[in-house]
């Protein structure tokens, strides 16, 4: 059991895991055990030597268990300590260049997916491009976010560089271009990634958006058919069609009915958490002449966003709730993110 888990053959970046010898070590354990218990067998002052001994044992590493545990308390203190015992920890710095980005520090998560980025420099081997190309990409969605798209554009095309067929890079680098209004280049890149993977839904509802953008109205719903077919748990693509088919300016395109079933599955799919999606089935309800239920849904929208401290989102939706009140629908067609 040990013999393929001890780094003769590498598997993954790491020459060994500590993980695979666990179940190795119970043969291991029961030997000692045993030989343990043959010596203490053979004097009466060695087995309580060897009671002694064990108890010891067992005292000192339930302590060293209690210091260790104390670091998997969350993911930023135990990731924060293997940084503190470990030198070019790379794999330290991106993961808590994750979790930074996710608590809103962009200047910190730089600062860590930097630091992974120098370790892994100096990791000349090829097999290390993959782990270098998934850093990069994480650096310049952190750039992105930030508000510094040219520089992010340079980490993206190193990404690239490093792994050609990349997907994520791709369709990353797709909503950074969107962002800036590029749309073309976005959808290029939405285009690549379905090249390498087909079955992506997050890239087909992409699409879908900078099609709606474009005035494809037609082109977007297609997109957003296939996204729902593709990822039948996912509310975005959903509550985009319902949009369209709620607001679309074009009649022949335009059915409160198909709107109000999209937008309330996206509503039930995101447990009424996102007041875009609610917002969106009050336009819907409009559409469908529901208009006391369109004043309702649009209130609940209001609650949500100002709950998550949307102030902007709130205020378009009292300009709504006008509409609704006067017996009047949206007539107007905006991608729904």
């Known amino acids: 059991m040990l013999l393929p888990v001890i780094g003769l ?23 000692a055990v ?9 004097h009466q002052t060695r087995s309580r030597l060897a009671t002694a001994t064990a108890v010891v044992i067992i005292l000192a590493l339930a302590w060293a268990a209690f210091i260790q545990t104390s670091y998997w308390r969350n993911s930023e203190i ?4 293997a940084l503190d015992v470990t030198s070019d920890n790379d794999f330290a710095h991106n993961n808590l260049g994750y979790l930074c980005v996710d608590q809103g520090e962009l200047d910190k998560a730089i600062a860590h997916f930097d630091a992974a980025l120098r370790i892994r ?35 993206y095309e190193e990404a690239i560089r490093l792994q050609p067929n990349y997907a994520d890079a791709y369709y990353n680098r797709g909503n950074a271009l969107f962002a800036q209004g590029r749309i073309d280049e976005a959808m290029a890149d ?16 992409c699409i ?60 039930q799919l995101s447990s009424g958490r996102d007041p875009n999606f609610v917002r969106t089935l009050a336009a819907a309800y409009a559409e469908s002449s529901r208009f006391s239920e369109a004043v309702a849904a649009a209130q609940q929208a209001i609650t949500i966003a100002a709950m998550q401290g949307k102030t902007g989102l709130a205020n378009t939706l009292r300009k709504e709730i006008a509409l609704y009140r006067g017996h009047m629908s949206l007539r107007e067609v905006e991608p729904r993110n």
């Open 34 to 42: 045993w030989l343990a218990a043959d010596l203490a067998a053979v």
């Open 208 to 267: 879908g958006n900078a099609l709606l953008r474009k005035g494809s109205l037609k082109e977007a719903i297609a997109h957003y058919e296939k996204a729902l077919a593709l990822a039948p748990g996912d509310p975005h693509s959903r509550n985009n069609i319902a949009w369209v088919f709620a607001t679309s300016s074009d009649g022949s395109i335009r059915d409160g009915v198909k709107a109000v079933e999209f937008a309330q599955e996206a509503v």
């Open 190 to 205: 939405w285009e690549k990634t379905l090249q390498i993977q087909p079955n992506d839904a997050d890239a087909h509802t």
């Open 9 to 31: 053959v590498q598997v993954g970046e790491q020459g060994h895991a500590d993980r695979y010898t666990y179940l190795p070590h119970i043969g291991l354990f029961l030997l």
């Open 78 to 81: 135990l990731w924060a300590h």
């Open 121 to 155: 420099s100096r990791k000349l081997d090829p097999h290390y491009n993959v782990g270098s190309a998934f850093v990069r990409m994480n650096l310049a969605d952190a750039l992105a976010r930030k508000g510094q798209p040219d520089e992010a554009m340079v980490h």
